[in-house]
């Protein structure tokens, strides 16, 4: 069953921005550590963001601090990440995830299933 569907990907203009969206169901939902994450081709896979509710931190990789900004709307069962001032370093598949609080979630990074939940991602392209 799939857990986290993520949309809002999209081709945009440099200097532009975009919101991602990730609905949660089942398991995923009540999971604390929510993530954003990217891989672009021929590149590993890269924490872009990280938020963990559980207590209050939050991660942003140093190449997106100031214009990236993760959130979670509880009652919508949504993470999102906006992103603004978009560059074209910025292109890549886009990945949501969620895992139970932990020290790694603060330092961007969530396990792989069965221990995280990923998203099937949503593509950006900037130019």
């Known amino acids: 069953d799939v857990q986290l569907v993520e949309s809002g990907g999209a081709s945009v203009q440099a200097g532009g921005s975009l919101r991602l969206s990730c609905v949660l169901s089942?398991?995923?939902?009540?999971?604390?550590?929510v993530g954003w994450f990217r891989q672009a081709p021929g590149k590993e896979r890269e924490g872009v963001a990280t938020l963990d509710s559980g207590v209050g931190r939050t991660y942003y990789r140093d190449s997106v601090k100031g214009r990236f900004t993760i959130s979670r709307d509880n009652a919508k069962n949504t993470v999102y990440l906006q992103m603004d001032s978009l560059k074209p370093e910025d292109t890549a598949m886009y990945y949501c995830?969620?895992?139970?609080?932990?020290?790694?979630?603060?330092?961007?990074?969530?396990?792989?299933?069965?221990?995280?939940?990923w998203g099937q991602g949503t593509q950006v392209t900037v130019s």
């Open positions: 995830a969620a895992e139970g609080s932990g020290a790694y979630c603060a330092l961007g990074s969530i396990r792989n299933p069965p221990l995280g939940y």
């Open positions: 089942g398991n995923a939902r009540s999971r604390n550590c």
